[in-house]
C-alpha cells in the first residue's frame, strides 16, 4: 500500500534507526534527510534549537565535520539555506551528508573469537547478521556450550535463572522468547543437556558450525610487529603431537569462561575417613553414594546450593552446609523481579523479598556478613565472593531439617567423622568440596594482557575480552542472570570492531586493572565494571542503544514468564518435592507444611515501589538539573 503512495521515479526514504537524540529539553521533533533525500532520521528538538547545535550532533554520528554540513528547510518547492542564527526548521536536509549509516571499518584479515560457549557464540552471531562475512571462532572443547555447561556442570545441574533470559537469540531484540528446543519445551528450568541442545541448536540455525575450528586452543595472541594485526598462536587440543598453526586475525574477541578450575583442599585424616569424599564440580560426584546418609558439603557459593538439591533428590539423609562465611543466596521469585524490571532493584526492597524466604529457616538476612547498611536499613550494600545461587530448595529442605548451615571448619577428619575448628565431632559418610571453582590466571598470559583498560586487552578496542561476573558487590540489583549482561558486552564489541576511532572518546575515563597472582585481570570485578559500562553513554548512538536493553529484558521476560504462570510453578514445585520427600520417608509428616512464601499482591507491591524509587531519584536529578541552570 505504502509503495503505491510513492511518486514515480522518486526513490523510498529509508528511515535510519539513531537511538534516541536529542538537544536539550526537547519539546518537537525534526526530520533529517541525507543529500540525496533517500534516508531519513529524527532527533528531538526544543523550539529554541539552533542549527549548529543540530550540525554538531549529526557529525557526532556521520564523523563529517559540522561545518562541512549545510542544513537546509524544507518547506514547499524552494529550499532555503538555514543560518547559524536560526532555529531549525521540522524538516531539514543536510547538505554534504550522503548517508547517516556511517562505513564500518573494513579489515584484511578475518576477525577471530575465542570460545564458543554463551558469550563467544553471541559474539559470532552479531557480526555475522551486521554482514561481516570473514569471522572464525576458535574452541578447546569439541562442541557449542562452553566449558560451564560441558565440563564444570553435571547431568543433574539446572539452570537457576530463568530460560526467558538465558538463551543464545536472547540478545537479538527483535528474537521471540524461545519455548521449544529440538523440538521439546524449553523448561523454565533446563537441565544442562537441554541447555547443550538449545546451544547446539542455536549453533545450526545460525550456522556457525563452518565457521568454528573444535579442538583448537589458543597459546598466546600478540600483535604484529608492523601492527597490522594478531598473530593468533593455536594448537590442537586432541592431539598434542600435532603441529600447531598460527593464524593472522584483524580483530580478536575473547569469551574464555571464568569457571576453570576447582580449588584444591585437603584434610588431614582423609585416608581414616572411610567414607566418600570427592570435588562438587566438574561431574565428580557419584551422587548415588548419598541415599540414606550424613553429607557435609563444604563451601556456600552458587555450587553449593545447586547440591544441595541434587543431594535431597538423591535421598541423601541430611546436608550439612559448613563454610566459613555464609554468603546469601537468592530465591526463584526475586530472580524472575530483577530480570523483569527495567530497573535495577534497591538492595532493601531485594532483601526485604529474600527475608521472606530467610524467615523459614530463621535467619535475619539483614544480619549476613555480606551486608552492610545504616541504622534505618536506608540502604543494602551486599558484597560477597560468590554469585547468588538461585534456588527454592535450599529453604525447603532448611525448613525439614534435611539441610542445615554451620558456620565452622573442618580441621581434620578421622573414621566416620568430621573434628571442626569449634570443637564439634560430626558423624557424616559423606563429604563433598565445594569451596569454588576459580579463573585461570594463565589466560591473561595467553592474551599477553599488561593492562586491561575497561574491558579491552591493553586498550586496544580490537582485542576485547569478557567473562559472566563472579561476585557480588552491589546496592542496586539489575540480573541474577548472564544473560541480560552479554547483551550490552556484545554490542559493545562490535561497536568499537566497527568504529576503532570512538574508542578515544572514552579511552582516558574507562578503569584500569592490572593482573596479580590472587586476580587475573581478565575478571574484574563490580568496581571496575560498573564505569566501564557507564562510560558507553558518552559514544554517541552506542549509548542509545544500550539503553533500550532494559526494556529488551523487561518484554522479555513478560513474555516469556507472565507472573501469574511463574508463580504457580514455583508452588507446583515447591509442593511436588514436600509430596516426593514424605513418600521417601524423608521427612517428618507432622510438621506443617509450609505455603509457598511469595504472592503476586507481594511482588506487584515490589514492582511498584522499585518504579516509584527511580522515578523519585529522576525527579530529584532533573531538579538538580533546574537549579543548576538557572
Ligand atoms: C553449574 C553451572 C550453573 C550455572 N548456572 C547459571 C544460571 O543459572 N544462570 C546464569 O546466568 N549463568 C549460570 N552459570 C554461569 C555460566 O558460566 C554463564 O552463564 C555462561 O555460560 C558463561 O559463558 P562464557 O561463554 O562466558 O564461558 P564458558 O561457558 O566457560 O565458555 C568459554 C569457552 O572458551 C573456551 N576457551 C577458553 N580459553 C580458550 C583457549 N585458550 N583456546 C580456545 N578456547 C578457549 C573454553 O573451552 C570454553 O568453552 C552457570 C555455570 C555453571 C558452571
Known amino acids: 500500500m505504502e509503495d503505491r503512495l510513492v511518486p514515480v521515479g522518486k526513490p523510498q526514504v529509508e528511515k535510519v534507526e539513531t537511538g534516541v537524540v536529542t538537544t536539550g529539553k526537547a519539546t518537537r521533533v525534526v526530520e ?34 559540522p561545518d562541512k554540513i549545510q542544513l537546509v528547510s524544507k518547506v514547499g518547492v524552494f529550499p532555503i539555506k538555514q543560518r547559524l542564527s536560526d532555529e531549525v526548521a521540522s524538516k531539514v536536509i543536510a547538505l554534504g551528508v550522503k548517508s547517516f549509516h556511517r562505513p564500518v571499518q573494513q579489515y584484511p584479515h578475518p576477525i577471530v573469537v575465542i570460545g564458543a560457549g554463551l558469550g563467544g557464540m553471541q559474539t559470532m552471531i552479531s557480526f555475522k547478521k551486521a554482514g561481516r562475512k570473514d ?138 575417613f572411610g567414607g566418600y569424599i570427592a570435588y562438587a564440580s566438574f561431574s565428580m560426584v557419584d551422587y548415588r553414594e548419598a541415599e540414606g546418609k550424613v553429607c557435609i558439603l563444604y ?105 542445615e548451615v554451620l558456620v565452622d571448619e573442618i580441621k581434620r577428619l578421622t573414621n566416620g567423622c568430621a573434628q571442626t575448628k569449634k570443637g564439634k565431632k560430626i558423624k557424616c559418610q559423606l563429604i563433598l568440596k565445594a569451596v569454588g571453582v576459580t579463573p585461570d590466571p594463565q589466560k591473561d598470559k595467553m592474551l599477553g594482557l599488561k593492562e586491561l583498560v575497561g574491558l579491552w586487552v591493553n586498550g586496544d578496542p580490537l582485542r576485547p575480552v569478557c567473562c559472566n561476573g563472579m561476585f557480588v558487590e552491589a546496592q542496586n540489583f539489575g540480573s541474577f ?38 586476580q587475573p585481570a581478565y575478571v574484574p570485578g563490580a568496581r571496575h565494571l560498573m564505569p566501564t559500562f557507564t562510560a558507553m553513554n558518552m559514544v554517541p548512538m552506542l549509548g542509545a542503544e544500550l539503553a533500550v536493553a532494559g526494556a529488551q529484558k523487561h518484554i522479555k521476560q513478560q513474555s516469556r514468564h507472565p507472573l501469574k504462570h511463574y508463580l504457580s510453578e514455583c508452588r507446583n514445585e515447591w509442593q511436588a518435592y514436600i509430596r516426593q520427600w514424605k513418600k521417601d520417608g524423608m521427612i517428618d509428616e507432622s510438621k506443617p507444611e509450609p505455603p509457598y512464601p511469595y504472592t503476586e499482591e507481594m511482588v506487584q507491591s515490589w514492582i511498584d515501589r522499585t518504579n516509584m524509587e527511580w522515578m523519585r531519584k529522576a525527579a530529584m536529578a532533573s531538579q538538580r538539573q533546574q537549579q543548576l541552570s538557572g
Request: charge should be negative; charged fraction near 25%.
Open 299 to 403: 563451601g556456600h557459593g552458587a555450587f553449593t546450593i545447586e547440591n544441595v538439591r541434587t543431594l535431597c533428590e538423591h535421598r541423601c539423609k541430611k546436608v550439612i552446609v559448613m563454610c566459613r562465611k555464609r554468603n546469601l543466596c537468592g530465591m526463584r521469585v526475586m530472580s524472575w523481579l530483577v530480570g523483569f524490571l527495567e530497573n535495577p532493584v534497591p538492595g532493601t526492597i531485594l532483601l526485604e523479598g529474600f527475608q521472606k524466604m530467610y524467615d523459614l529457616v530463621g535467619f535475619d538476612c539483614w544480619s549476613a556478613h555480606c551486608v552492610k547498611t545504616d541504622e534505618k536499613r536506608s540502604y543494602a550494600q551486599i558484597t560477597q565472593r560468590t554469585a547468588f545461587g538461585v534456588t527454592d530448595v535450599y529453604f525447603l529442605a532448611g525448613y525439614y531439617g534435611l539441610m
Open 481 to 518: 542472570s548472564s544473560g541480560p549482561s552479554f547483551v550490552s558486552s556484545v554490542r559493545i564489541f562490535r561497536w568499537f570492531v566497527d568504529y576503532p576511532a570512538d574508542f578515544e572518546i572514552v579511552r582516558g575515563i574507562l578503569p584500569k586493572l592490572r593482573p596479580s597472582p590472587e
Open 135 to 272: 569471522l572464525i571462532c576458535l574452541e578447546r572443547l569439541g562442541a557449542f556450550g562452553g566449558h560451564s555447561w560441558i565440563v564444570v556442570s553435571n547431568k543433574y545441574t539446572k539452570l537457576q535463572t530463568e530460560s526467558g533470559n538465558y538463551h543464545v537469540d536472547f540478545f537479538l531484540p527483535d528474537a521471540p522468547a524461545t519455548t521449544e528446543v529440538e523440538g521439546d519445551a524449553y523448561k523454565t528450568w533446563p537441565t544442562r543437556d537441554q541447555l547443550l541442545k538449545m546451544f547446539r541448536e542455536a549453533a545450526r540455525i545460525h550456522e556457525l558450525g563452518p565457521l568454528t575450528r573444535f579442538h583448537t586452543h589458543v597459546d598466546k595472541i600478540r600483535p604484529l610487529p608492523d601492527g597490522s594485526g594478531y598473530a593468533v598462536h593455536t594448537f590442537p587440543s586432541n592431539n598434542e603431537d600435532a603441529e600447531g598453526e598460527l593464524i593472522v586475525a584483524s580483530a580478536v574477541i575473547t569469551w574464555p569462561g571464568n569457571l576453570c578450575k576447582y580449588r584444591e583442599l585437603e584434610w588431614p585424616g582423609e585416608e581414616d
Open 32 to 65: 533529517i534527510y541525507n543529500q540525496d533525500e533517500t534516508e531519513c532520521i529524527t532527533i528531538g528538538a526544543s523550539g529554541s534549537t539552533r542549527t549548529p547545535e543540530v550540525c554538531d550532533i549529526i557529525s557526532s554520528f556521520v564523523k563529517i565535520p
